[in-house]
C-alpha cells in the first residue's frame, strides 16, 4: 500500500468524490483538525468532522476537481475546483488545500477558499443585463467562425432572451462574485432558437414522450470563455430535462457553439442556414442527443 503523503491526500480525494463519510474518517487522524486558513476551527475529531463531511454531500453532491498539486515532506497542497448539485443550481468553488500527514493520516487540514461561480434561475428583472452580455458574446466570440457583417447581423435580428423561458424558469444565469459570466437554459417548448423579436405566434409545448426538448441560448461573457460556464449549464439542463420526462434534446447551433455540443455529446444532424437581411446568410447545425 502506497503510503506517502501524496497517496494519503488522494485516497482523501477519491473518498470525497465517492460521497464516503467512513473512508474519510479512517484517513484523518482521531484527534484531526480543519481550519478555515488560517486559523479558523472549522471542526475537530471524528465527531465533529464526520457530520460536516455528511452535511456538505447531502446539499450539494460535490464533486473536487484536482487542477495541481504540491507535496513538500509531510504537507500536500491541493488546488480544485469543487462542483456541486442542488435541486436550484449548480456551484463552482475554487479552493485550495493544506494537509498535513502524519503517521499515515491527515492530522490538520486548512482551506482557502476563492471565487464562487453559481448557477441560478433567471428573473424578468435580469433582462437587460443577460440581453447585453449576449450582444457581447454575439460579436466577440464569433470571430473566427462568422464574419464581422454575419456577426453583427445575427446579434442584431435573432440573438436575445426569449422571455418565455424565463416565464417558465428553464432560462439560467452564471455568476461569480456576484457579477454575471453566462446565461443559458433549456425549453419544453417548440421553438428552437431566436430572441423574443424573431418569435410569432404561439409557442406550444412539446409532448416529452415522443419530442426532444430544446436548449436554448447559450452566451458566455467573452472576457469568461473556456472556463467550463457552457458546460455547467449543459449539466445542469440536461438534468433538469430529464426529470421533466424528455428523453432526447435537440438545438440550432451557431458556428462558435458547435464545439461544446459536440463535447456535451450531441451529434450534427443537418447543416443549414438562415437568411437575414442584408442578403446575409449564416451557417446553422441543428443537432440531436439522447438523453
Not at 447531502?58 to 507535496?71: D, E
Not at 466577440?140 to 416565464?167: I, K, N
Request: hydrophobic share 45%; aromatic share 8%.
Amino acid at each position: 500500500m502506497n503510503t506517502t503523503p501524496s497517496a494519503i491526500v488522494q485516497a482523501q480525494l477519491d473518498a470525497y468524490n465517492a460521497h464516503d463519510v467512513p473512508a474519510l474518517l479512517a484517513i484523518y487522524a482521531d484527534d484531526a483538525q480543519q481550519f478555515q486558513h488560517p486559523d479558523t476551527l472549522l471542526a475537530q475529531g471524528g465527531a465533529q468532522i464526520g457530520p460536516r463531511f455528511t452535511a456538505r454531500f447531502a446539499a450539494s453532491r460535490p464533486r473536487a476537481q484536482l487542477l495541481n498539486r504540491i507535496a513538500c515532506g509531510k504537507l500536500v497542497i491541493d488546488h480544485e475546483i469543487v462542483h456541486g448539485d442542488a435541486p436550484d443550481g449548480v456551484s463552482a468553488q475554487e479552493l485550495v488545500a493544506t494537509y498535513e500527514v502524519e503517521q499515515g493520516r491527515i492530522s490538520r487540514a486548512w482551506f482557502s477558499f476563492g471565487a464562487l461561480t453559481s448557477l441560478r434561475v433567471a428573473l424578468s428583472g435580469d433582462v437587460p443585463a443577460m440581453n447585453a452580455l449576449i450582444a457581447r458574446s454575439g460579436m466577440v466570440l464569433s470571430a473566427g467562425f462568422y464574419s464581422e457583417e454575419q456577426a453583427e447581423a445575427v446579434t442584431r435580428h435573432v440573438f436575445g432572451v426569449d422571455t418565455q423561458l424565463v416565464a417558465d424558469q428553464t432560462y439560467f444565469v452564471i455568476e461569480r462574485d456576484g457579477a454575471m459570466l453566462a446565461c443559458g437554459g433549456w425549453s419544453r417548448r417548440a421553438t428552437l432558437y431566436g430572441a423574443d423579436r424573431a418569435k410569432s405566434g404561439p409557442d406550444p409545448l412539446l409532448d416529452p414522450a415522443s419530442q426532444p426538448g430544446r436548449i436554448r441560448a447559450f452566451f458566455v461573457e467573452p472576457a469568461a470563455a473556456r472556463q467550463g460556464l457552457g458546460s455547467m449549464l449543459m449539466r445542469h439542463c440536461e438534468r433538469q430535462a430529464r426529470a421533466a420526462g424528455f428523453t432526447a434534446l435537440e438545438l440550432a447551433a451557431t458556428l462558435p457553439g458547435v464545439p461544446l455540443y459536440l463535447a456535451s455529446g450531441f451529434a450534427v444532424t443537418e447543416d443549414f442556414h438562415l437568411d437575414l437581411p442584408g442578403d446575409i446568410q449564416l451557417p446553422l447545425a441543428r443537432m440531436h442527443k439522447r438523453l
